[in-house]
Structures are given as C-alpha cells and as structure tokens.
C-alpha cells in the first residue's frame, strides 16, 4: 500500500506506465487529467463519490471491501498533487459504511471527511473529483500490481422484476458474454453508463476507454415496456437531482410528469418531441454528471422505442401489457365463490360483495395493486388487456349470474 515515503515523481511515473482511465461516465486518461491539475496546482480537495443512484450498490460493495485501498490511492494522489483535503462521499443512511471508512482512516492515520448525497460541485469546484475505483486502481499499481480490470454487474429486468448478479471482474480486452451467460434473457436493449445499446455490445470487447459508468449493466428483456422503463428512470432521477441546476431539477420534473401521463392513457403526441428536447438540453446546462447524463438513457428510449410511445399516446394500448391503465380488471362469475377475501385485501376499498354473493371491483377506483389476486383463492380476479366480458352489475347471488 502507499506510504507517505514514496517519491511523487515515481508514484506518477508509475501510474503513467500504467495507463490508468477514470471510471464513471467522464472517461478520460487519468495520467492526463492528474497533470492538467498538478500543472494548474488549482485542487485543494480530492472527492471521491458514491452517490446513491440506485446501480451505485456496486461501488458501495468496493468501499465495503477496499476502504483502506480506496484511502491510501487517494492519499497517493494528494500526495502528488499537494492536496490537503480528502472527502469521501457517500449515500445516505449508511452508518455501517461511515464506521467502516472511518476505522479504516484511523488504522491507516489518516484525516478524512465524509459527507452523504451529490457532491456539491459549486462548493467543490475547483477539487480533484475521482471514483472509489479509479483509487483502488491507483493503490494497485503503486503496489505492483496490474490494472487491467473493471468491476461489473449484470442487472437483468423483467416486466417489474429484476435480478442482479454477482460483481465480476472483467479483464480489458474480453467482452462481457465471455464473463457472464447472457443467452437466457431474450434482451430487448442493453444500459451501460446512460446510454442505451442493443444486445451486440455484449461481444465487444471492453477497453480502458470504454464507458461503464457504475459497472452495471442492464439487460432489458423483451417482456419489458420501455416507456415503462423511462418513466421509473425519470422518476429515480427526479428524486436523485439535488436541484440547484434549474435545467436538472426542471428537467427531470418534466420528464417525470410527462411520462406519468403517457402511462395512465392521458398522453398527447407532442410529448415524444419535447422530451427529446429536454433531454438534450440538460446535456449542456448542468453542473454534475447527474443532469449532464442522467437524461441519455431517457432520450435514447424516446428515439430507439418511438413506436412503443405511439402505441401508448395514440393506440392506447401498452404492447407489454406492463402499464396497468391500459388493462382492465373484473371478477370472473363462474369462479367467485364469495368468500370476502379481496374485499378484505383491497387496500381503497373498491370491490363491493358480501358473503356468498359475487364480489365487483369499481374499474374506475381500482389502482391495479394486485392485493385481491394475491389472496383470491379461485383464481377469479382477471386483469386483461381485451374488453371485460360481460359480468353482475349488481349483487347476484354465486350461481346465479346466468340467469339474468
Ligand atoms: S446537475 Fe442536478 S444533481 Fe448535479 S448539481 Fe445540478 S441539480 Fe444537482
Ligand atoms: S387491484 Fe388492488 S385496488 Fe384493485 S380491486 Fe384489487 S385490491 Fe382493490
Ligand atoms: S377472493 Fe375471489 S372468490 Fe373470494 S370473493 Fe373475492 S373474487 Fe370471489
């Protein structure tokens, strides 16, 4: 590991051979960007960030394992460029990872700060702003060792559900089907770093400047509905976006409530357009990562799955079936029994019934949540995307619905 006996000119001319990148979204050689700022002399501070984007998980698993390599590539490039500061900053509500650096900085005698939430660039601004990764690559190679790997994840989304993998080490060079079994999932679109790829990327093979972004990739089944998609991606950003960019925080707003009303049947064409137009203004109006590139893999959705937003706004119909407002929900008469379960279930009380009397769910009220279809012991609650076929519009006894 580093010690503060190491000459700095060695330490650089190491790191140099080493043809370290910086991981994340800005991808740059990092021996370029460290003498850019030792020549300007400008940082005072060196941040190394893990916000709390959701796909961050990885990272954070780095700092759970690394948190003394982490500190001492960081203490190393201070050293270098004669920084004083070190900040580590980290998502919200991990206590356990705030003890863990903490013991690590003691052990190791050194002084850090750790702040929660989005690195505050207009406080920071002129600081040397790095990723937990890109210091474990720097400890490695003033430790000998090579830095010839990147740390990746597969996420794999289904309809509403996910699944993620094991963290792996991919050596530059390969590509990420040599390391991971992508066959099973029938991949509709592949999310690396913001950006959105079709399923041939996963036998590219990954160099130093390839953009990963966290590390994790996303694989998109074809059961997915990517305006679904976008919708919880606009959505996770809006909540992520600190505000204080009115490009970032207007932005995501936008294209939050524009999705909302494209996924509950009250779209309007125009829509499609607009959003493109956000999403490609943020580009150059923000001030972190978060609006410059939060917004690319939204856009590339709108461009790439046109279609699907033009069946949602003017078909309105949800190709997937995932978007619930464009199914419809009812009893089946045949199967009630009327036992009471689902009125007991249902969460705004919209089904009406009593013992021994088909039960009827108020279309209009009902949310989709599912809660009756979970504890319907006949199998009778139906969600359908065809029209409901014909059912009791008043109380009939179980049994008797034929007659009427
Ligand atoms: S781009 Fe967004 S997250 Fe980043 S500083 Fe601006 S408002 Fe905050
Ligand atoms: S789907 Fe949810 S809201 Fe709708 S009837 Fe069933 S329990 Fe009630
Ligand atoms: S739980 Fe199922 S069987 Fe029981 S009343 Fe409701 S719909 Fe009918």
Redesign the pocket.
Known sequence: MFTENMDTEKMLSLIESADIYEYGVFKESFTAKLNEYKNSGKAKTIIAAIDNVDTDEMLLEVLYKNSKEVICGMKAVANILSISEMVIYLPEGKDDLVKIVENAAKELNTEILIKTGIVDVREYREAFITHVETMTAVNDVLEGKKADKALIQIKEVFGDDTKLSEIKELEYGKAISDIFDTSKVSIKAVEIGYKLYDKSILQQPVTKETVLGTGVITLYDKSCCMVHISKDLSLKMREHSCGKCTFCREGFIQLDMRHGEIVSKKGELDSIGIMKDIGKAMNFSCECSVGTYGANDIVDILDKFENEYISHIKKKDCPEGVCKAFTNIY?DPDK???????IKACPIDCIE?KEGYI?MIEDMDCTKCEE?IK????N??VITKKRTPSIPNRLTRVGRFKQY
């Open positions: 009893i009630c029994i009327g036992c009471t379960k689902c019934g039960h009756c504890v319907c012991p006949q009778a609650v």
